[in-house]
């Protein structure tokens, strides 16, 4: 069975400055998806970036960078410039591709943006 | 264009109730997915619905059920409740063969007492 984990518990960062949150996940299978979703406080799961991997090149959604290390089974989400927007609760979630269309989510890092 | 629809936002049950959650998925999708989401967890997946049938089921008991209309509209019904089943319950729609494309509501809030 796939597994995601984050290790994070919590993160902060202080505004105008880059943060990474860290994603490991294993699985069998050679195609799938991987995602990082925003929960602010308002709960509404919110796509920031997608990574297919097939694809070697890293995904990236202004601000917002990955780094896919496939091999290694870690997706990390770079978040540059970082804005007091964009605290929230992070998850990375995994997407199989070979019919089985859930998300399987991890347990979500809270990030806390300072002045 | 109005995006995935949740009602209630908030409820509060008693133990051993039944409750029912609706969810009206974005504009133009027919596919609509269920999760659960407790205290301090990620979201877990309940069921799928396409074409009125359930398509996928994650490991919840019988006492979960749902439900999709014509309109692609679901609901989720929880029987006998537990103080466990205590969760926010998200609803997430999207395009059959563009699942990656998944587009979430605000999810209801259930609170079992």
């Known amino acids: 069975a796939q597994t995601v984990t984050q290790s994070q518990p919590e993160m902060s960062v202080q505004e105008a400055e880059t943060v990474t949150l860290s994603c490991t996940y294993d699985?069998?299978?050679?195609?799938?998806?991987l995602f990082w979703y925003k929960q602010p406080p308002s709960r509404q799961m919110i796509l920031v970036i997608r990574?297919?991997?097939?694809?070697?090149q890293n995904a990236t959604e202004n601000r917002f960078s990955v780094n896919f290390q496939k091999a290694a089974k870690s997706f990390s989400l770079k978040i540059s410039d970082s804005q007091l927007g964009d605290a929230a609760m992070y998850f990375c979630a995994y997407m199989g591709v070979d019919n089985t269309d859930k998300l399987i989510f991890g347990t979500g890092t809270r990030l806390q943006v300072f002045p | 264009d109005a995006g995935v629809t949740q009602s209630p936002t908030h409820l509060i049950k008693t133990r051993g109730q039944q409750v029912t959650l609706r969810c009206s998925p974005k504009?133009?999708?027919?596919?609509v997915s269920w999760y659960q989401q407790a205290l301090g967890q990620g979201p877990q997946f309940i069921f799928q619905y396409y074409e009125e049938e359930e398509r996928q089921r994650g490991n919840f008991p019988d006492r979960f059920s749902g439900h999709q209309f014509p309109n692609y509209s679901s609901e989720l019904n929880v029987n006998a409740l537990l103080l466990g089943d205590s969760a926010l319950y998200l609803c997430?729609?999207?395009?059959?063969?563009?699942?990656?494309?998944?587009?979430f509501g605000s999810g209801t809030q259930l609170s079992v007492l």
């Open positions: 699985t069998s299978e050679s195609d799938y998806y």
């Open positions: 504009s133009g999708h027919d596919t």
């Open positions: 990574q297919e991997a097939y694809k070697q």
């Open positions: 997430a729609s999207s395009l059959l063969g563009a699942q990656e494309k998944l587009f």
